[in-house]
């Protein structure tokens, strides 16, 4: 076998020169609003959600200063505010992580009741949380039918349209829902209710909280219904969804069946362990 020539010391260098790429330096004329400004996107990004005092003890300014920058994150569609108050990624940097430690957790403990569940009804059942005003699907069992809903792991569709986000919206109160789908932040996102279709959407998010589920007949996926339960901590604050699909025609039957009762049979054993184990948000 041939040997291949050693290499010669500028070719050991160059080599070593390509395998290591020096660390980025901070700009000399850095710009400290604009710099802070960044960092909190990263925090957002790189967490999922950030408090105000959290942000500002990040940065080393005062609570004030991080809420203008903040603010203006949240005017420019780069972060929007949950119902406690925290920020969370916005429309602008598209849909935040799921991954993270209470979100595995969470499908961890969800994993085998929507096995049981999925075997029981023999349909596809979906895991997912919320994010702004979308939902992401953290988990799906499919059902072994021939006909029947694939795989949505990590799917991300408008909450107001599944069955599980319109199960988790529904605990929400009623000016949460007003900023999630009637606010500047909702017009930036494309996310916004038309005023005319609003107050239908806030009755039917009654009729959830007065069923304890909710439904979706076609509404994100032509031939696909659905019906979601919403999934609680220990607090009694919603964490998450389970739903189950089915093909359109198919529903009414599972539906009659003991669809409901199924459901809300395994969010109550699911919350079982979700009160025994910390599945939630810091």
Same mark, same amino acid.
């Given at each position: 076998?041939?040997?291949?020539?050693?290499?010669?010391?500028?070719?050991?260098?160059?080599?070593?020169?390509?395998?290591?790429?020096?660390?980025?330096?901070?700009?000399?004329? !850095?710009? #400290?609003?604009? /710099?802070?400004?960044?960092?909190?996107?990263?925090?957002?990004?790189?967490?999922?959600?950030?408090? $105000?005092?959290?942000?500002? *003890?990040?940065?080393?300014?005062?609570?004030?200063?991080?809420?203008? $920058?903040?603010?203006?994150?949240?005017?420019?569609?780069?972060?929007?505010? /949950? #119902?406690?108050?925290?920020?969370?990624?916005?429309?602008?940097?598209?849909?935040?992580?799921?991954?993270?430690?209470?979100?595995?957790?969470?499908? !961890?403990?969800?994993?085998?009741?929507?096995?049981?569940?999925?075997?029981?009804?023999? #349909?596809?059942?979906?895991?997912?949380?919320?994010?702004?005003?979308?939902?992401?699907? $953290?988990?799906?069992?499919?059902?072994?039918?021939?006909?029947?809903?694939?795989?949505?792991? &990590?799917?991300?569709?408008?909450?107001?349209?599944?069955?599980?986000?319109?199960? %988790? $919206?529904? *605990?929400?109160?009623?000016?949460?829902?007003?900023?999630?789908?009637?606010?500047?932040?909702?017009?930036?996102?494309?996310?916004?209710?038309?005023?005319?279709?609003?107050? =239908?959407? @806030?009755?039917? @998010? /009654?009729?959830?909280? !007065?069923? &304890?589920?909710?439904?979706?007949? *076609?509404?994100?996926?032509?031939?696909?219904? =659905?019906?979601?339960?919403?999934?609680?901590?220990?607090?009694? +604050?919603?964490?998450?969804?389970? !739903?189950?699909?089915?093909?359109?025609?198919?529903?009414?039957?599972?539906?009659?069946?003991?669809?409901?009762? =199924?459901?809300?049979?395994?969010?109550?054993?699911?919350? %079982?362990?979700?009160?025994? +184990?910390?599945? #939630?948000?810091?």
């Amino acid at each position: 076998m041939q040997k291949s020539p050693a290499p010669t010391p500028g070719a050991r260098q160059g080599r070593k020169s390509a395998q290591k790429k020096p660390v980025q330096k901070r700009p000399t004329y !850095s710009i #400290e609003a604009v /710099d802070n400004a960044l960092q909190l996107l990263q925090l957002l990004r790189d967490g999922g959600t950030l408090r $105000l005092k959290d942000a500002a *003890e990040e940065l080393g300014v005062a609570p004030s200063t991080a809420h203008r $920058l903040l603010a203006m994150l949240v005017y420019r569609g780069f972060a929007v505010q /949950d #119902e406690t108050r925290r920020y969370v990624p916005g429309p602008a940097m598209g849909v935040g992580p799921a991954g993270l430690s209470w979100t595995r957790l969470l499908r !961890s403990l969800a994993q085998p009741h929507m096995e049981l569940l999925s075997a029981q009804l023999n #349909e596809t059942v979906n895991l997912m949380v919320r994010v702004g005003t979308k939902v992401r699907f $953290l988990a799906t069992v499919e059902g072994t039918n021939v006909l029947r809903v694939g795989d949505r792991q &990590g799917t991300v569709l408008p909450a107001n349209k599944t069955s599980g986000g319109k199960a %988790i $919206l529904a *605990e929400l109160d009623p000016p949460m829902i007003q900023q999630l789908f009637r606010s500047n932040n909702a017009e930036i996102s494309g996310d916004t209710i038309a005023e005319e279709d609003f107050p =239908a959407f @806030l009755r039917e @998010l /009654d009729s959830v909280r !007065s069923n &304890g589920f909710a439904a979706n007949f *076609e509404g994100t996926e032509d031939g696909v219904s =659905a019906l979601g339960m919403a999934l609680h901590n220990r607090h009694g +604050n919603v964490v998450g969804a389970i !739903s189950v699909a089915t093909p359109a025609t198919r529903f009414r039957a599972v539906f009659d069946g003991g669809l409901v009762a =199924a459901l809300r049979e395994t969010c109550r054993q699911l919350e %079982i362990d979700i009160a025994a +184990n910390p599945a #939630e948000p810091d």
